[in-house]
Nanobody
């Protein structure tokens, strides 16, 4: 099993920046990849981005390309989501996920972008 704990959510003004962290523990060698999804109540969960643990290759959803950046710290088994130029429509609960398929999920952290 892999346990994921997100942190870094909160309230930020439009145009501002926020960094989310996701720390993994347990059988982290089995993760292969980590990623972020987000969800607004009443809407489907949306893919934000993912990073392949070995090699660091990154992939992003169209709505966040050029604004969000993923990075990882192998020693800490932690992935970071740097969010810049935030918009009110980025408001959502952000979930960290890991595995292939996405077997493991965190509990989520709320990001609220005020206009």
């Amino acid at each position: 099993q892999v346990q994921l704990v997100e942190s870094g959510g909160g309230l930020v003004q439009a145009g501002g920046s926020q960094r989310l962290s996701c720390a993994a523990s347990g059988r982290t060698w089995s993760m292969y990849r980590m990623g972020w999804f987000r969800q607004v109540p009443g809407k489907e969960r949306e893919f934000v981005g993912s990073i392949i643990w070995s090699g660091g290759y990154t992939y992003y959803g169209d709505s966040v390309k050029s604004r969000f950046t993923l990075s990882r710290d192998n020693a800490k088994n932690t992935v970071y989501l740097q969010m810049n130029s935030l918009k009110p429509e980025d408001t959502a609960v952000y979930y960290c996920a890991a595995g292939d398929p996405w077997n493991y999920w965190g509990k989520g952290t709320l990001v609220t972008v005020s206009s």
